[in-house]
């Protein structure tokens, strides 16, 4: 199941309501361990009556990026998160789940984005339904480096033969395919990435709508629209194959179910509405 994310300002000893303790630094970017992160960097903002926090860490030797404005509405779903700065936006899907301790939105940290917190004096980044704010930069490379230094230094030590781990299908990598469609990011609609579990095996599976997702200069589905229908990837963990296919399905407005319910898949197409149910090795139209 989705992995739990804590708040930046839970871990550093902000809780909802409480008084700010006087050690806590806003605006000031930190790198260190708190009760629930190790190796994390991360800053935090005021935003009105509530708080902030941007933080990068590394998770399995993938680096991450949460941010968190102190609103938290219900369910899980998908969307992006908007990062601002004084030459341009760039967007990166993002994926939240009110059922973890502190909700907030996870990306992957993209290689445009470091580079963009390298040079840039500030950003604004906007989570839509969760919020916004904005924080300086200053401080942010170095103590991003050193994440990211402890995230290399995790994939070194990881051994030879650990086949296993290259052949599990993670967040990451899914939203990497999403980041080869949009080298330079784009707009994601709130369903463009679902996390569930299709076949039943107690691991994440996912799911990319790719008629919530429009990014240059392909413009709406990314090339895997039609003139009516557009594509819906289906990753799933028992079947997955870093160097394979995911099963593409062609549909709109999707209703996605998780195992053991009548269909784990509908979509509206030219005929009508179609389900589709795992059968232990993919999903079939029922």
Partial sequence: MLRVVLSAALLWGIGGGAAVPQQTAFDTWMFGDGEFRQN???????????????TVECDGGIPYVDFEAGYFPQGAFSGQVVFGFAEGGLALPAT????????GWRSVFAQELYDRFRTATGVSVDGGPLGAATFPLDGAAAAIDRVLAGCAATARAAPAGAAPDAATLTLAFV???IAEACPSGGSFGRGALV???????GLNDYLVDWGEVSCPPMGRGAGFCGAALCTIDVYASSIFRPGGYPQAILGLHKEVQPFGAPFQLRVQTRHGPVAWRWTGTELQAQ
Avoid: H, K, M, N
């Avoid at 960097?41 to 902030?52: D, K, N, Q, Y």
């Avoid at 996390?195 to 095996?201: N, S």
């Fill in 195 to 201: 996390q569930t579990d299709i076949d039943g095996d």
């Fill in 175 to 177: 939203q990497g395919r």
């Fill in 96 to 103: 939240y789940d009110s059922s973890v301790a502190e909700p």
């Fill in 40 to 54: 994390a960097a991360w800053i935090l903002a005021r935003t009105g009556r509530s708080v902030a926090s941007l």
